[in-house]
């Protein structure tokens, strides 16, 4: 099995253990990636990156995350 990466390309990195095994859950009751819109655009962001990096609006799009319809 191979190492889970987040969004920035790192190997998971928590640095605490309790919140990822949150996060880990959520995933398994819904999915590894929430949409979010910003204006009129969706876009599917993954939910490790939210927890370990936090996000803003703004940066969505230029941070590369995939826009859908």
Do not use: N, W
């Not at 939910?47 to 590369?64: F, N, Q, S, T």
Request: glycine letters at 8%; one cysteine or more; proline letters at 3%.
């Amino acid at each position: 099995m191979s190492e889970k990466l987040c969004h920035c390309g790192k190997p998971l990195h928590y640095s605490d253990p309790t919140i990822q095994a949150q996060v880990e859950e959520i995933i398994a009751m819904t999915d590894e990636f929430i949409v979010i819109q910003v204006g009129d655009k969706r876009f599917r962001v993954q939910r490790h990156y939210i927890a370990l990096h936090g996000i803003k609006g703004a940066d969505v799009e230029k941070l590369g995350f995939e826009q859908v319809v």
